[in-house]
């Protein structure tokens, strides 16, 4: 299953070593950078699903990169959690009018930030938590690992299951191989490109039967998309 993609921007690897712990624990797919400037050049690569950032950085201070995150087109709606250790009222004020959604102030207990993780992703990315996806007349449950369409269900194997996942999750956005091997593989596995290839083969053939359209659009010289069209028929 595709888990939701989390940025932790922390430079005291303590703290960056426990909220990785965690975060994994709860099923995220995390990544951590120490600095500041180091994760605005991150977040221009890709965009994660949750960015959780350390008020006090090196190289740009986090207060500064959350004012750049929401400035910028892409990144103006990633869901931040800012972390810090000024408790006072009117920092709380000013990190959540720089475009925090939510604001921790350290030391904080562990078990609510990851409540606070959830909540964010429930009420930003419904999409992310949701047990069940829908596209036409496909349906994918993320609690089950089963996939139908038109009522049938159809047998996936584990690859073809995340990468149905993730192209679900975004109808109608391209998604070059090498973004959808960061997504279904994860930045950490070496993949050849041609692999994603073979495995959208698969897909298309286990999930359209006889006549029926196919949802995977391919985009010469791009990549993949589901059918935005399929998505809305």
């Given amino acids: 299953m595709q888990v939701p993609r989390i940025l932790v921007v922390e430079d005291e690897e303590p703290l ?3 909220l990785r712990y965690n975060l994994e624990a709860e099923g995220y797919s995390v990544d951590t950078v120490g600095r500041g400037d180091d994760a605005e050049l991150r ?104 996939v139908f369409r038109g009522g049938r269900e159809i047998h996936l194997g584990p690859t073809e299951f995340r990468l149905l996942e993730f192209l679900m999750r975004s109808p109608g956005r391209v998604f070059t191989r090498e973004q959808l091997l960061n997504g279904v593989w994860g930045r950490d596995v070496y993949v050849d490109e041609r692999t994603v290839d073979v495995h959208v083969g698969r897909l298309r053939k286990a999930i359209n039967r006889g006549r029926m359209r196919d949802p995977i659009r391919t985009v010469r010289g791009a990549g993949y998309a589901l059918n935005e069209q399929f998505v809305t028929t």
């Fill in 43 to 146: 977040l221009l690569e890709e965009a994660p699903d949750l960015l959780v950032l350390d008020w006090m950085l090196p190289g740009l201070s986090g207060i500064e990169l959350c004012r750049r995150v929401r400035m910028r087109e892409a990144t103006s709606k990633l869901p931040v959690i800012m972390l810090t250790a000024r408790g006072e009222e009117d920092e709380r004020i000013r990190g959540l009018a720089t475009g925090a959604d939510d604001y921790v102030v350290k030391p904080f207990s562990v078990p609510e930030l990851m409540a606070r993780v959830k909540a964010l992703l429930r009420r930003t990315r419904p999409e992310m938590v949701a047990d069940k996806l829908a596209a036409g007349d496909l349906e994918l449950d993320r609690g089950t690992f089963r």
């Fill in 16 to 18: 960056t070593l426990l």
